[in-house]
């Protein structure tokens, strides 16, 4: 296992890449097992993953499916000389057609399907989409209409969400917030780009002197820090970094310590206990991202990013083994290693 001095500088690499790479063409595919996110309204509702989602079938569940295409995707531009680089753009051809994104689409037409995914699965799909804007492809063009779907439901969704979902699991608005931005910005999406500040600041501005009570038995997020992240992506470093040092007023001295402590994962079979590894790859990533807008010096930078390194130390040689891990760790890992280089 690597010593958080080893993990401080750690960034991506191709073997990195390329190791991921292999673990997401194993599973996006995959479908069995399965756990659906589906209302059945009646009988004939009893069908299969593959049937109900003829691209986002695999991973164990639809929301991971799709961070593992955003994970490959992120990858072929990243390190596009890969060995698996190939895979990706076959799997990615017929994957990402006209045809199977009007089924995805057709899905969410159902009265049941309101909720589906909300708002977790609607920010890794807006995040997905950011990503295949950037590649030279016709990708992002087949894929449009179904970010067009989940951008219209988060328009519509926004302004009524009185209060924000302080979880540490996929409830957590600050973090469907925080990817939301990603492509509101690669879209030129005037509305969201106004949408998500105003609420934003709506929902957190007011927060001082966090106690991080963290964290819960299956947090893969922290509740803290996804907040600070979510401002530290929506509003002005000049605004931001203020309203951070009075939100954590201890952390240059490493105050609350939880915050600074990787958790300890019991039973990496276990699909629930396994949800730790995650929160220590997205507090690497977390503290990596507000480490950017501090001056190097600055004590609270120094505790970001040595307190990155011990997560990334903790969990970054997990990401695969079991599968209740394998589908979907490698993603959070990804936005650790590329934290601060941009979508």
């Not at 993953?49 to 531009?77: E, K, M, Q, T």
């Not at 990243?78 to 199977?100: C, S, V, W, Y």
């Not at 089924?103 to 995914?117: D, I, K, N, T």
Request: proline residues 8%; glycine residues 6%; aromatic residues 10%.
């Amino acid at each position: 296992m690597s010593s958080p001095s080893d993990s401080r500088g750690k960034r991506l690499t191709p073997e990195i890449a390329s190791n991921f790479a292999r673990i997401a063409l194993g599973h996006v595919t995959r479908e069995y097992p399965h756990k659906l996110d589906h209302v059945l309204d009646g009988p004939d509702d009893a069908r299969t993953p593959r049937d109900l989602h003829p691209i986002f079938f695999g991973s164990f569940d639809w929301h991971s499916c799709v961070h593992g295409y955003w994970l490959l995707a992120a990858l072929l531009r990243r390190e596009p000389g890969i060995p698996e680089a190939p895979a990706i753009r076959a799997l990615f051809d017929n994957a990402l057609t006209q045809a199977k994104v009007a089924a995805e689409v057709g899905y969410l037409a159902r009265p049941s399907a309101r909720g589906f995914e909300r708002p977790y699965g609607w920010a890794w799909l807006l995040k997905l989409q950011a990503e295949l804007l950037a590649h030279d492809a016709p990708w992002a063009a087949a894929c449009q209409p179904l970010a067009d779907a989940f951008a219209q439901r988060l328009r519509e969704f926004l302004p009524r969400a009185q209060y924000p979902i302080r979880t540490g699991v996929h409830s957590s608005t600050a973090f469907a917030l925080a990817l939301a931005q990603d492509y509101a910005a690669a879209a030129r999406d005037a509305a969201l780009s106004t949408l998500l500040p105003t609420k934003a600041r709506a929902w957190y501005l007011g927060d001082r002197d966090a106690q991080a009570w963290e964290p819960s038995g299956d947090d893969f997020l922290s509740p803290t820090l996804m907040a600070a992240v979510c401002l530290r992506r929506l509003l002005p470093a000049g605004e931001f970094v203020p309203w951070l040092r009075a939100y954590l007023p201890g952390a240059g001295e490493r105050r609350p310590a939880a915050l600074f402590t990787p958790a300890t994962i019991s039973d990496r079979t276990d699909g629930k206990i396994v949800h730790l590894d995650g929160l220590n790859l997205s507090r690497a990533w977390c503290w990596r991202e507000i480490a950017q807008v501090l001056p190097a010096d600055d004590p609270l930078a120094v505790a970001a990013g040595d307190a990155a390194a011990r997560h990334l130390a903790a969990s970054l040689p997990h990401v695969a083994g079991d599968y209740m891990g394998e589908h979907w760790l490698a993603s959070f890992a990804l936005l650790a290693l590329t934290a601060g280089e941009g979508a």
